[in-house]
């Protein structure tokens, strides 16, 4: 099956609405993953058809979820989830952020070529990083466990926002939060193609 009918059977699988253009642009973006990997190590997946279901259905599978408008993407690695959630979403703001300037330096160039006008992209270790404005969402995927994503991140988050965590099985994590957080919902999420469990945590302090 093309790349193109894997993604497009996915979505319909998923019962998402997603544009014919907003297909083609996530197709190029996997096309510049695959190339650049060869040289910079972005993702251990290494063929095209794995990373439809690992890096671009797993996305999508959040979106549903999400709420606006200002996104923070920490340990963004080549850019997922957050250059996949700026296609669907470009009426909203997203900043990636990773240590790695090899994988920010991929995520800006991706960006240009992409032509993606809602995207900053900071090459930063997240805890010493100040943020003009603060986060609506703040959201990972195998940045770190979920106590240290919100310790982490916390300074980032604007007053009434949330994290979103993208996980396997959080339970185990989930017994470890810092004082002050409470869990607010753990979406299982199907994802075509992928065998392991994925779920979505969303997570906020407690007024």
């Excluded at 002050?180 to 994925?198: C, F, S």
Aim: hydrophobic share 45%; charged share 20%.
């Amino acid at each position: 099956m093309s790349l193109e009918k894997e993604l497009a059977a996915g979505i319909a699988e998923m019962g998402l609405d997603v544009a014919p253009e907003q297909q083609a642009k996530l197709l190029d973006y996997l096309a510049l993953l695959h190339k650049w990997n060869a040289v910079y190590n972005l993702t251990a997946i290494r063929q095209p058809e794995q990373m439809v279901s690992n890096h671009l259905l797993d996305s999508l599978a959040v979106l549903p979820y999400l709420w606006p408008q200002r996104w923070l993407d920490v340990g963004c690695g080549g850019g997922v989830p957050g250059l996949v959630l700026s296609v669907m979403r470009p009426e909203w703001s997203f900043t990636l952020l990773d240590s790695n300037s090899k994988k920010t330096g991929f995520v800006q160039q991706a960006v240009i070529e992409l032509g993606l006008r809602n995207v900053q992209v900071r090459c930063e270790r997240v805890e010493q990083w100040q943020a003009e404005q603060k986060f609506d969402g703040i959201i990972s995927r195998a940045f770190a466990e979920v106590a240290e994503f919100v310790s982490l991140t916390r300074h980032l988050l604007a007053d009434g926002g949330r994290w979103a965590a993208m996980k396997g099985m959080p339970e185990q994590e989930l017994a470890r939060l810092p004082a002050g957080i409470e869990v607010e919902k753990v979406i299982t999420l199907h994802v075509p193609k992928l065998e392991a469990a994925r779920s979505l945590v969303v997570l906020g302090e407690i007024k």
